[in-house]
T-cell receptor
Framework: GAGVSQSPRYKVAKRGQDVALRCDPI?????LFWYQQALGQGPEFLTY????????KSGLPSDRFFAERPEGSVSTLKIQRTQQEDSAVYLC??????????????FGNGTRLTVT | QKEVEQNSGPLSVPEGAIASLNCTYS??????FFWYRQYSGKSPELIMF????GDKEDGRFTAQLNKASQYVSLLIRDSQPSDSATYLC????????????FGTGTRLTVIP
């Protein structure tokens, strides 16, 4: 498919478990973003990659959150020692440009994480 | 103060009417403005973007930007039940990274 692909679609974790969420962006898209969306809220920025470089991680809520994109394509968001407040939909988005003005984000379908 | 503010709604309009969705932003240096539509349980999908003052039309959708008032709106003409969704306003700041700041979204219901 030509869109942003995320897996798994749903993830249930017990509190304290580690989870890894995968994002496969649109081929050729340089920029990759992770967002967290709580129920009834808009997406909240977590982190941004330009190719393999993580240029902004200011939105990561704690040091339990870690993201990587080692080859500038697929990205993984890892959450260690999950807590109930981590329950949310995690959205990955990619865009074509570097810092051009109107490069829109294309979102994947998200991973719904539930921590019990 | 959040970077992007939207009325959460819900906003209900009858089929065929004009739906007006509003958004304000706090950073006067903001560059680009986006409207995304999100159906329940789905990911956001881009409807329109605008970066110059004035109106931009695309089919039944018109985006309006007023940088002096730090205000952006989306008008949906001839509203259809299929337009029922949450509409997210997003803003790209002039400085900083490429990321967008999103509002909480306005839930629109078009009543047949």
């Amino acid at each position: 498919g030509a869109g942003v692909s995320q897996s798994p679609r749903y993830k249930v974790a017990k509190r304290g478990q580690d989870v890894a969420l995968r994002c496969d962006p649109i081929s050729g898209h340089v920029s990759l973003f992770w967002y967290q969306q709580a129920l009834g809220q808009g997406p909240e920025f977590l982190t941004y990659f330009q190719n393999e470089a993580q240029l902004d991680k200011s939105g990561l809520p704690s040091d339990r959150f870690f993201a990587e994109r080692p080859e500038g394509s697929v990205s993984t968001l890892k959450i260690q020692r999950t807590q109930q407040e981590d329950s949310a939909v995690y959205l990955c988005a990619s865009s074509l440009g570097y810092r051009d003005q109107v490069s829109p984000l294309h979102f994947g379908n998200g991973t719904r994480l539930t921590v019990t | 103060q959040k970077e992007v503010e939207q009325n959460s709604g819900p906003l209900s309009v009858p089929e065929g009417a004009i739906a007006s969705l509003n958004c304000t932003y706090s950073d006067r240096g903001s560059q680009s403005f986006f409207w995304y539509r999100q159906y329940s349980g789905k990911s956001p999908e881009l409807i329109m973007f605008i970066y110059s003052n004035g109106d931009k039309e695309d089919g039944r959708f018109t985006a309006q930007l007023n940088k002096a008032s730090q205000y952006v709106s989306l008008l949906i003409r001839d509203s259809q039940p299929s337009d029922s969704a949450t509409y997210l306003c997003a803003v790209k700041l002039k400085t900083g990274a490429n990321n967008l700041f999103f509002g909480t979204g306005t839930r629109l219901t078009v009543i047949p």
